[in-house]
C-alpha cells in the first residue's frame, strides 16, 4: 500500500514527513519566535533530504509551548495574519511543500480565552485550511472550543485533507465528519504526554479503518522536565493497519508514501465493511437502497442542543478543578513572567 517513505515518490503517491518535534521550554515571547524559526528551518532541511516530499506535518504546542503558567497571554499567541505565518507562508513557498503547522490564536472576541489552532499551508504559500481545536484536553486546557467545524481541503496526489489536534482524535465522530465530508487523510497532531500512549495508537487505527481513509499522527518527543512526550508518529492505512511509526525519540521524521486514490476506490467498490456508507444506508439487502432515517437518539439530541448522558448529573469535574480554579488568565503578560 506504500513505500518505506524514501526520497523519491510515485507520480499518484503522497510522500509525507511528521517530525516528532522536541517539547519545547518556553518561558518568553522570544522562546516562541525561536521555535517559528526552527521550524521554518526544519521544512528546508527535510525537503533538502526528501526531494520528492509534498508534505511535512508539525505536533500541537510546536510552536508555543506548554507551559500551563504563561498559556493564555497575549505575547505567546500568533495570529493567523501574523509574521509568524508569514514565515510559514514563506518556507513552504520557498521550499515547495505543504505543511501543517500548530499556532495558538487570540480570540475573535476580546476578552475570550484563545483558540488551539492548525493550519495548512499550500506549496504556492497559501493558507488552504484554518481549523480550531473543537475539543480541548478538560480540565487542563483553557482553550476556547473551536467555531470552524471540521473543514477539508484539497490537498497534493488527490488528496482530501482535515486535521485534528490531539484529543481530537479520541472522538470517533469527528473523524466521521471530515471522512462524511470526503477527506481522505485524517491529520492528527498532538502534544500528549505518556499516559495515553496507547489510546494513541488504538484511536489511529479505528479513525482509519472506520471511515475508510488514511491516518496521519504526530506527537512532540521528549522531557519538559515534568512529563515525557512519547512521539510515536504514525500512518495508518484505510484497513486501519499500520504503514510507519516512529518511536519515542526527540527529532525523529516518520515518513510514508500513500495513495490517497485507494482510499477512494475503496469506499466506491467494497461490499464488506464499507461502514461509513452503510451506516445511512442500513440494510440495504432487505430494504432496496437501504434505511435511511435517524435511528440514534444522541445525534437527535445535539442536534437540539439536548445532549446529556444519563449520568452527567453525576459526572464530578466539569470546571478548570485544580488548573485554573479562577479560569484562565488573559492579557498582557505579568511582570512575573518577564525576564
Given at each position: 500500500?506504500?513505500s518505506?517513505?524514501?526520497i523519491s515518490a510515485?507520480p ?7 517530525v516528532?518535534?522536541r517539547?519545547p521550554?518556553?518561558?518568553?515571547p522570544?522562546?516562541?519566535?525561536n521555535?517559528?524559526d ?6 528546508a532541511s527535510?525537503?533538502a ?6 508534505l511535512?506535518?508539525f505536533?500541537?504546542?510546536s510552536?508555543s509551548g506548554l ?5 493564555s497571554?497575549?505575547?505567546f ?11 510559514f507562508?514563506?518556507?513552504c ?25 492548525a493550519?495548512?499551508?499550500?506549496n504556492n ?6 481549523y480550531?481545536k ?5 480540565p487542563?486546557?483553557?482553550w476556547s472550543p473551536?467555531d470552524?467545524?471540521?473543514p ?5 496526489k488527490?488528496s482530501?485533507l ?15 465528519e471530515?471522512a462524511?465530508?470526503?477527506a481522505?487523510v ?9 499516559q495515553?500512549?496507547?489510546q ?5 487505527k479505528?479513525?482509519?479503518f472506520?471511515n ?6 504526530v506527537n512532540?518527543a521528549?522531557?519538559d522536565?515534568?512529563f515525557y512526550?512519547f512521539?510515536e508518529?504514525n500512518?495508518?492505512?484505510?484497513d486501519?493497519n499500520?504503514?510507519a ?13 500513500i495513495?490517497p486514490?485507494?482510499?477512494?476506490k475503496a469506499r466506491?467498490?467494497?461490499g464488506?465493511e ?6 445511512g444506508?442500513?440494510g440495504?439487502?432487505?430494504?432496496p ?7 440514534l437518539t ?12 444519563p449520568?452527567?448529573d453525576?459526572?464530578r469535574?466539569k470546571?478548570?478543578w485544580?488548573y485554573y ?12 513572567f518577564?525576564?
Open positions: 500500500m506504500s518505506t517513505g524514501s510515485s499518484d503517491g503522497l510522500l509525507m514527513a511528521l516528532q518535534y517539547v521550554i518556553v518561558e518568553k522570544e522562546d516562541v519566535q521555535n517559528v526552527e521550524i521554518c528551518r526544519r521544512v527535510t525537503k533530504g526528501y526531494p520528492d516530499l509534498d511535512i506535518v505536533p500541537e504546542y510552536s507551559n500551563t503558567a504563561i498559556w497571554y497575549d505575547e499567541l500568533i495570529a493567523v495574519d501574523s509574521p509568524e505565518v508569514d514565515k507562508r514563506k518556507a513557498k520557498d521550499n515547495d511543500i505543504w505543511g501543517v503547522f500548530s499556532i495558538m490564536e487570540p480570540h475573535h472576541e476580546e476578552g475570550k480565552p484563545p483558540f488551539n489552532t493550519i495548512i499551508i499550500d504559500g497559501n493558507l488552504a485550511l484554518h480550531r473543537l475539543q480541548p484536553w478538560t487542563i486546557e483553557p473551536g470552524l467545524g471540521m477539508v481541503c484539497d490537498g497534493p488527490g482530501k482535515a486535521v485534528n489536534i490531539c484529543h481530537d482524535g479520541m472522538f470517533p465522530e469527528l473523524a466521521r471530515a462524511y465530508k470526503g481522505n485524517y491529520i492528527r497532531i498532538s502534544g500528549y504526554s505518556t495515553v500512549q496507547d494513541w495508537i488504538m484511536t489511529n479505528t479513525n482509519a472506520q475508510l481513509m488514511f491516518t496521519a499522527s512532540l521528549g522531557y522536565n515534568v512526550y512521539g508518529g500512518v495508518c492505512n484505510y486501519g499500520l504503514i511509526e516512529g518511536h519515542r525519540n526527540p527529532d525523529e521524521i516518520v515518513t510514508a508514501e495513495f486514490a485507494l482510499a477512494d466506491i467498490n467494497w464488506l464499507n461502514n461509513i456508507f452503510n451506516l444506508n442500513r440495504y439487502v432487505a430494504v437502497g437501504g434505511a435511511t432515517e435517524n435511528y444522541w445525534i437527535d439530541d445535539l442536534a437540539k442542543g439536548q445532549y446529556k448522558v449520568w452527567a453525576e459526572v469535574i470546571d478548570g485544580k480554579p479562577d479560569g484562565p488568565q488573559l492579557g498582557p503578560l505579568p511582570d512575573k518577564k525576564k
